[in-house]
């Protein structure tokens, strides 16, 4: 991607800012082939579930940032409270300094935890990083305990839990976007989620032959996000918490996509009725203000650490964990999860992309639909041109951002009725035109 292809967008010379071409050169794109992605559109600004182009067009966004803005853009709660807190101390380092902002929200998010004791909160700066520090305490709380050969980690095909390297590790191999790092990656054993006969079977005859070597397993609950929003039973995670504690493994549940309020409940594992041992969150933490995520252990795990031997500490500290800024706008967000109708709103868009999304049952190239929370998943048999469905749907004045072969909406819980009703009509507009094609 050079000046020379932004200049030929379309882009007028006049319309395009100065800080696009004089940028593009310069920056490295996320999931990008730079040589041949197609121009990003240039932002000015976004509110409620508007997204503001720099030549005057405005996207009804169906993607809410990559899951984060729960609350759509620009809440005046939070946007108070970072300005607040920004007053008195954008950032203290958390080694030896503690601030009320943190402390406030590690004391929130273990009372949201209810039913399980995941009362142990410790700050990153994003779900990937997150991951890591769940990995890192599910293998040292065994090494701790004088275990030293339980070090895998046992994850499921079609899941994705980050970009970093233990993160990857524990990716779909193939789907998770991780390919070309094949054989490269720590060691870690993945297979089917235990959804049938023949992978039940799989799953307890790898943990009847290895439990010796496994840490712990990983899992994204009731929805596999970026692997392909696929979506199981409640089941499967009982299932996968009785083989755990069959042979004393820990469980941790990624809850970075699934998380406030996107599957239905505010966490899904209350929903599934199953506690895992670490959990991880981040993404709608901070309403999708801010980068901070966590990792929540329970007192098991955390006793695992609580020793007079500084070597049986947990060695992890990132420069901005804890950011007060950070901090304040998820605290202003769980405000807003008490405050604010969140739990029914996700309930209404659930309703509207069931009704609305059936309709493309039955059309050519679909092979399934299907909803949860606020998650409405269209998957076709295959997309061609991908970057070309992306620029369609922009021509129609939405943002939604189809990947492998789904075409998928997570809208802010907050959507106004007739933005999310635009959302939907444009996309089966669209999976009728590819239909035809
Ligand atoms: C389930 C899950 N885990 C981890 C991550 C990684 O989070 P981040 O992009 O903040 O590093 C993601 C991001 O999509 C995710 O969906």
């Keep these: ?44 600004a976004t509110r409620g579930s ?29 946007r108070a409270a970072v300005e607040r807190q920004l007053k008195t101390m954008p950032h203290v380092m958390f080694g030896g300094l503690v601030h009320e902002q ?24 994003s779900g990937s990083v997150a991951v890591e520090v769940a990995l890192k305490m599910a293998v040292q709380y065994w090494r701790n305990r004088g275990v030293r050969e339980r070090t895998r980690i046992v994850s499921f095909t079609g899941g994705y839990h980050g970009d970093t390297t233990g993160a990857m590790a524990v990716s779909d191999p193939e789907g998770s976007m991780h390919a070309a790092f094949r054989g490269l990656l720590p060691q870690q054993i993945t297979l089917e ?44 995670l009982r299932k996968l918490r009785e083989a755990a504690d069959r042979y004393g493994i820990l469980l941790i549940f990624d809850e970075i996509f699934t998380g406030f309020g996107r599957t239905g409940s505010l966490f899904a594992f209350q929903a599934a009725g199953v506690v895992p041992d670490i959990l991880t969150t981040g993404k709608a933490l901070t309403g999708g203000t801010l980068p901070l995520a966590a990792t929540l252990a329970n007192q098991k795990v955390f006793e695992a650490f609580w020793s007079d031997n500084p070597a049986d500490a947990l060695m992890h500290g990132p420069t901005f964990m804890a950011n007060a800024l950070a901090c304040a706008a998820a605290n202003a967000s769980l405000d807003l999860f008490a405050s604010e109708p969140r ?46 469905l992306r620029q369609r749907f922009v021509e129609e004045s939405v943002f939604i951002r189809p990947f492998g072969s789904i075409v998928y909406l997570t809208p802010a819980f907050t959507i106004e009725p007739g933005e999310l009703a635009r959302l939907t009509t444009v996309l089966i507009r669209v999976v009728a035109e590819l239909g035809r094609t």
């Design 343 to 388: 739990l029914e709103q996700v309930a209404q868009v659930s309703a509207a992309l069931s009704r609305d999304l059936a309709v493309c049952w039955g059309m050519a190239g679909v092979k399934d639909v299907r909803v949860l929370g606020a998650i409405g998943v269209v998957e076709l048999d295959r997309i061609g041109d991908l970057d070309g």
């Design 102 to 125: 943190a402390l406030t929200l590690a004391q929130r998010l273990a009372a949201l935890m209810a039913p399980a004791d995941l009362g142990r909160v410790f700050f990153s700066e």
């Design 193 to 236: 989620l235990p959804i049938n006969e023949a992978s039940e079977e799989a799953f307890a005859a790898l943990l009847a032959e290895r439990a010796g070597e496994i840490a712990a397993i990983v899992v994204e609950p009731l929805v596999q996000g970026a692997g392909g929003m696929r979506f199981h039973a409640p089941q499967v």
């Design 50 to 78: 508007r997204i503001v182009l720099t030549d005057g067009r405005e996207l009804i966004d169906g993607i809410a940032s990559w899951w984060t803005a729960c609350h759509g853009y620009n809440h005046p709660h939070i």
């Design 1 to 44: 991607m050079s000046s020379n292809t932004s200049k030929n967008s379309r882009f007028g010379e006049n319309l395009a800012p100065d800080w696009l071409h004089a940028g593009l050169d310069h920056v490295w794109l996320p999931y990008a082939q730079m040589k041949t992605a197609s121009l990003p559109l240039a932002v000015a």
